[in-house]
């Protein structure tokens, strides 16, 4: 009985959650906007459906650029929830998105290989870059006992403009 109604309290904390934040992301639009009920209509619909020329039809180009764009952010939060659940805490992963998109981009582009093992070979560059990355953090607390939360989030920004100064510098 007590599983039921811990599942049952994790459900409705989520939904209370996803209520509160559009709730909230209402009232700013109703603040903001000339047109509020149009603008909600583009925010909530919009991604899924299609309406040009007064048609609408569910539109699955628009819906596949929403996962797209949902997939980076999905893995990045369970790539910190499995830290979390190890009691680690490193913060490192939002320069770590954007060093692997950059060192998965540029073996892509620079490495010749099989089609098949491009994708593949792609995504582990990134992946042994990013794991290098995080070990900054973890080798500065133990060797020099600095906290693992500010020396990751400095390093964030420290990889963003390493990354800025390549693409602006190097490959613009």
Request: contains cysteine; proline residues 2%.
């Amino acid at each position: 009985m007590r599983d039921k109604r811990m599942v049952l309290f994790g459900f409705v904390r989520g939904a209370a959650a996803i209520a509160l934040a559009l709730a909230v992301g209402t009232i700013f639009i109703f603040l903001s906007s000339d047109e509020p009920f149009t603008a909600l209509k583009y925010l909530l619909i919009g991604p899924f459906v299609s309406f040009h020329g007064g048609v609408t039809a569910f539109n699955t180009q628009n819906f596949y650029q929403v996962l797209a764009a949902m997939i980076p952010t999905i893995f990045t939060g369970l790539a910190v929830c499995v830290m979390f659940s190890a009691n680690q805490f490193n913060l490192a992963a939002e320069g770590c998105v954007l060093v692997g998109g950059f060192v998965g981009a540029l073996v892509g582009i620079y490495v010749n290989m099989a089609t098949g093992w491009h994708a593949v070979i792609c995504v582990l560059a990134a992946t042994v870059v990013c794991g290098l990355i995080m070990l900054i953090p973890s080798i500065l607390k133990v060797k020099l006992g600095a906290s693992e939360m500010v020396t990751s989030l400095m390093l964030n920004f420290v990889l963003l403009y390493i990354v800025l100064h390549f693409l602006n510098y190097h490959f613009a």
